[in-house]
């Protein structure tokens, strides 16, 4: 429900990448909670994480797509972060080797667990409260 | 992030409090250790960064360019930190919060997906 959707969307990227070390082609198995995830996601074209658990695996190294990172290590999901045209946007870390990773929420993610991470940052009840005492 | 440090800066090198740096989009001047003790890498008016360190590779940065803080993480231990995003390579850091960073800046951006659900919230209500 983006504000400026009217705009027009970035056209994304073609993605080149190709799943064959998987021996599946189709699907890929999440890291964390074994589901059997497909690649097709409705939304989006860059799948990269389980709907189910929002995990994803550390793969790429600068360029998104280009499986270059040695690492291999889990990337669970950090904290939500929204994008000018208002599209919620994942961001993961990598809990081997600390990278930091962005990437769109698909449209079978889990809204439940999508809802709890936009709400993490305010079940500290304190800091409402400290930002209206700075007014 | 540290770009330059101020004659007063030089004087006292035993003395990393009168260090200071000028905010990249605001043109404050800050110094360099927040009020409690930690060095600081954002501005803590507007909390934009600059762009000085490569996390992919290591080391320092080439790019140098504006940081823009995109996110707020939360702890296990229930603290705050800032994921920036550098407009213009597109790489992610994250930093810890000080103590006198903006508090509206913060809350701002921790209720900023509510104001734009991709999903109806009211259905939640009925779970």
Redo the contacts between chains.
């Keep these: 429900?983006?504000?400026h959707r009217s705009s027009g969307r970035r056209p994304q990227r073609y993605k080149d990448v190709t799943h064959g070390r998987t021996g599946r082609g189709d699907a890929f198995r999440c890291v964390a909670c074994r589901l059997d995830v497909p690649l097709v996601a409705p939304g989006t074209a860059h799948r990269n994480h389980c709907p189910h658990c929002l995990t994803s695996l550390h793969l790429d190294?600068?360029v998104p797509g280009d499986r270059a990172a040695e690492c291999r290590g889990r990337m669970t999901v950090?904290?939500?972060?929204?994008r000018a045209d208002?599209?919620?946007?994942l961001?993961h870390?990598c809990r081997s080797c600390?990278?930091?990773?962005?990437n769109r929420?698909a449209g079978d993610d889990n809204?439940?667990a999508?809802?709890r991470l936009?709400?993490?940052?305010?079940?500290?009840s304190t800091?409402?409260i400290?930002?209206l005492l700075?007014? | 992030m540290s770009t330059g440090t101020t004659d007063s800066g030089r004087n006292h090198p035993a003395s990393p409090r009168v260090d200071t740096f000028g905010c990249v989009r605001c043109g404050l001047t800050v110094t360099t250790v927040d009020p409690a003790g930690d060095r600081r890498n954002h501005c803590p008016s507007c909390l934009h960064s600059r762009h000085v360190v490569d996390h992919v590779e290591g080391g320092p940065s080439e790019c140098g360019a504006r940081m823009s803080p995109i996110s707020i993480a939360v702890l296990r231990n229930g603290d705050w930190m800032l994921v920036h995003r550098c407009i213009r390579c597109d790489e992610l850091t994250s930093s810890a919060i000080a103590p006198d960073d903006n508090q509206l800046i913060l809350i701002r951006m921790a209720v900023r997906p509510l104001a734009q659900p991709p999903f109806p919230l009211e259905v939640f209500g009925e779970l």
Excluded at chain 1, 78 to 82: A, E, K, Q
Excluded at chain 1, 86 to 89: A, D, L, P
């Design positions: 429900m983006g504000r190294r600068r950090l904290s939500m972060s929204v208002g599209e919620w946007q961001i870390q600390g990278k930091l990773g962005a929420i809204p439940l999508l809802l936009a709400l993490r940052p305010l079940t500290d800091r409402p400290r930002a700075t007014l």
